[in-house]
């Protein structure tokens, strides 16, 4: 069945609705996930230049040698963490803000997102197209995040938009028992793993190789 919402221009519609359809060809089965992506207009958060491939399965230059990760990586991460999970997920972590589309995302899936960028610019351009777009479930900070947001957690989920070189025990911390956390892992070679928090410990798993920009210390 084919999402539509009102007040969506047609082109934009059937536009959105082939991403839709392409990410289902893809593996993408979760709908509260397929719903989110066809709401929030992606074009809105590249370059006017770049807008024509806004939809394409395709991560798009955002400037400061940073992008916005193609539709199936965002979805593909946040249809892993809300699989077989025992509780409502309403407490999530985003590390790398970027552009701040994943976050639009995670903010049509999650009460309540908290998002952290160390680029001034990006950060201050994800908190304006934000505003614009009326989300207000998502809270913003301007820092390093690599080491996560610890005043802030712990989290249900912790997504990371950017590879970390190896597993962060201080990110693993921030989890709640039962908690999830989806992250890329490695330099040249980079693998998706999901890192659940049990009771005697922590679970991860690896699930297929990625392509993400390395995640880096300090703020620009």
Not at 24 to 31: N, P
Not at 125 to 153: C, E, F
Request: contains cysteine; hydrophobic residues 45%; aromatic residues 8%.
């Amino acid at each position: 069945m084919n999402i539509r919402h009102s007040g969506i221009g047609m082109t934009s519609s059937r536009t959105r609705q082939r991403m839709i359809d392409r990410l289902r060809v893809q593996g993408i089965k979760d709908e509260v996930v397929l719903a989110a992506m066809y709401e929030v207009p992606r074009h809105l958060f590249v370059d006017e230049a770049l807008a024509s491939r806004a939809y394409d399965d395709v991560s798009l230059p955002i400037n400061y040698e940073q992008t916005i990760s193609q539709p199936y990586i965002v979805a593909r991460m946040i249809e892993v963490m809300r699989a077989s999970v025992t509780f409502p997920i309403k407490r999530v972590l985003e590390i790398g803000t970027g552009c701040g589309y994943q976050a639009a995302v995670l903010a049509h899936v999650f009460p309540k997102v908290y998002s952290v960028e160390r680029i001034e610019p990006l950060y201050l351009r994800a908190k304006r197209q934000l505003a614009a777009l009326n989300i207000h479930n998502v809270t913003l900070s301007y820092a390093d995040g690599s080491a996560g947001w610890p005043a802030m957690g712990p989290y249900d989920g912790i997504i990371m938009a950017a590879a970390t070189p190896a597993m962060s025990t201080q990110l693993r911390e921030q989890l709640v028992v039962g908690g999830r956390m989806v992250l890329p892992v490695g330099r040249l070679e980079q693998w998706l793993y999901l890192v659940e928090c049990e009771q005697q410990g922590f679970r991860e798993s690896k699930l297929e190789p990625v392509k993400f920009v390395p995640l880096l210390m300090g703020k620009a």
